[in-house]
């Protein structure tokens, strides 16, 4: 698999996967036109049961109020959450059956196929993404005296992971700003540790979560931009996701998911306090971090392909590894999404 690994801009570099993981997924069956077996008819689902891995943060609160309030147990479904901070495990960790569905953003979707990794989209996390959401925002610290990403050029950024989505609209926004994102020196970090770094002048800003966020907050830090909001409106990049060959041996499970997710998603946008609340046994936080969690309320819950094809281009824009420019680009970015989570019309 492919990931963005260098400190500074220096474009996609192979990571290679274990041969454990590569001999899991060629043993996969062949994949069906555009992710969808031929038999998910209707029917209780095949797997009750599934093992979920997860990047904690307040945009799992649909998710946890769904769970809370009953929506999964009504399609026949137990969910077992386990926290996983870094993303290329967790797709490793699908594709070679340890998870049975795990979180990913559109940019490990688009790496891992373009490496022959057949994982697929089967639902958004939290809807797609609303002119006012504040889910995912870049902070500055109070001392460094940066006030807008035009300030960001030479500077350190604590991004979750060098490949990660964050590290690619951090230097979209670079652009748009007029600096050169080659300058900003990318430092990673987990979510839960950015704010101390921040305090402790060890970074001058961080791609942040909520709840973590808050802390930053409080203690002076300035926000840049709403990453998202800016890069992706209109469109998901946070994704529930699995392996082609569990789609094909569980169809019905796959659907009575997605179809949760899709209730979740609404629910919690008819009541965001209860889905706060759903965050305080979810997450272990605190009845004051929950009741200021933020995510992208409101949201259309359903998938649709814009992020994708956004996330090529940039991938495409700054990878400099041409054998990694050439898989992405050759890439149908339909056949990445089980078509029961598209957005009709």
Known sequence: ??????????????????????????????????????????????????????????????????????????????????????VAAIVSGIASGTYDLGFATVVHVLTANANGIPIRTISTIEGQVRPDDEGTVTIASAASGITDFAGMEGKKLATVGLSSHNTLTAWALADEAGIDPKSIELVQLPFGQMAAALENGDVDAAVMQW??????????????????????????????????????????????????????????????????????????????????????????PQVNLKAFETAREFLLKYSEDAAAKSAIETLDVSTLVWPGALEKG
């Open 211 to 300: 709840p973590f966020a808050e802390d930053a907050m409080k203690a002076g830090g300035v926000p840049l931009e709403y990453n998202n909001r800016v890069m992706f409106q209109d469109t998901a990049t946070t994704f529930f996701n699995t392996s082609q060959a569990f789609i094909d041996q569980n169809p019905n499970t796959v659907k009575a998911f997605s179809d949760a997710m899709v209730e979740s998603i609404e629910a919690a946008t008819a009541d965001p306090d209860a889905a706060r609340k759903a965050l305080i046994p979810g997450l272990g936080l605190t009845p004051e971090q929950a009741a200021a969690a933020r995510w992208n309320i409101g949201g259309v």
């Open 1 to 86: 698999m492919k990931f963005l690994t260098t400190r500074r801009l220096g474009g996609l570099t192979a990571v290679a996967l274990a041969a454990t993981l590569l001999a899991a997924c060629s043993s996969s069956p062949a994949p069906a036109p555009g992710g969808q077996s031929e038999d998910s008819g209707d029917g209780a689902p095949e797997k009750a049961s599934l093992t979920i891995a997860i990047n904690p943060s307040s945009q799992f609160a649909p998710m946890y109020y769904g769970m809370e309030s009953g929506i999964f147990e009504d399609h026949g479904l137990e969910l077992e959450i386990v926290p996983q901070t870094d």
